[in-house]
């Protein structure tokens, strides 16, 4: 049993910033890749950053250059600072987590990953 909790989110104004946190704990076995995906009301659950296993990072275009991903093994804990927060940046966020062998997943996708946080809320104003 595997359990991921998101924690950082709220209202940022334009041009502001906020620091994600993702905590992930019980039977954690091999963790092919961690990552954030977003989703806005009425959009598609979107991914926004994820870091393999390997240290391999990829962000989507709109984000780069302003948000960073980053995680603690000894913590088993994953990160994401956002800089220049912009409307785009207004969703639920959630944090998720791919442990398995053969890490063969796409990670730029919901497809990826087989476990999930509940998600927190950023709010742009």
């Known amino acids: 049993d595997v359990q991921l909790v998101e924690s950082g989110g709220g209202s940022a104004q334009a041009g502001g910033s906020l620091k994600l946190t993702c905590v992930m704990s019980?039977?954690?076995?091999?963790?092919?890749?961690m990552g954030w995906f977003r989703q806005a009301p009425g959009k598609e659950r979107e991914g926004v950053a994820a870091i393999e296993g390997g240290g391999r990072i990829s962000y989507r275009d709109s984000v780069k250059g302003r948000f960073t991903i980053s995680k603690d093994n000894a913590k088993n804990t994953l990160y994401l600072q956002m800089n220049s927060l912009n409307p785009e940046g207004a969703a639920m966020y959630y944090c998720a987590a791919d442990m398995a062998w053969d890490c063969s997943g796409d990670y730029r996708t919901v497809y990826g990953y087989n476990y999930w946080g509940q998600g927190t809320q950023v709010t742009v104003s």
């Open positions: 019980g039977y954690i076995t091999n963790v092919c890749a």
